[in-house]
């Protein structure tokens, strides 16, 4: 079965970075569009960023840019997000998804067809 696995998750302070992980079994990675989403306590799940097949497109949440960094490696079937100079608002449950739907880069949560159990990150002040 398909499987996404996220790790690289934890505890950081503010100003540190973290490296994320999301590898994918049980399906052809490189045909599907990937995309990290998050979601915070009391919060809805909010998108992150998004890669396309090849790795050549990205697209950032506004308020990401700069600072998070999303790309893949198709031949160890993993998926990556940077994170750089987090802050205590980027505390949330991070995860991993991937869309058959085209090779579009998409925030629409609708449109990925599989999710991983996700990783928690916390960022203390």
């Known amino acids: ?10 505890l950081v302070q503010a100003g540190d970075s973290l490296r994320l ?3 994918a ?3 052809t990675f490189s045909m599907y569009v990937m995309a990290w989403f ?4 009391g919060k809805e799940r909010e998108f992150v960023a ?7 497109r990205t697209y950032y ?3 990401l840019k700069g600072r998070f960094a999303i790309s ?3 031949a160890k079937n ?6 750089n100079s987090l802050e205590p608002e980027d505390t949330a449950v991070y995860y991993c998804a991937a869309s058959s739907w085209g090779d579009s880069p998409s925030s629409t949560a609708g449109r990925y067809d599989y999710w991983g159990q996700g990783a928690q990150v916390t960022v203390s002040s």
């Open 21 to 23: 992980s999301c590898a």
């Open 25 to 27: 079994s049980g399906l």
């Open 61 to 63: 949440a506004d308020s």
């Open 38 to 41: 998050r979601q915070a306590p």
């Open 72 to 74: 893949r490696d198709n």
């Open 50 to 56: 998004s890669i396309v097949r090849n790795g050549v």
């Open 1 to 10: 079965q398909v499987q996404l696995v996220e790790s690289g998750g934890g």
């Open 78 to 83: 993993t998926g990556y997000l940077q994170m």
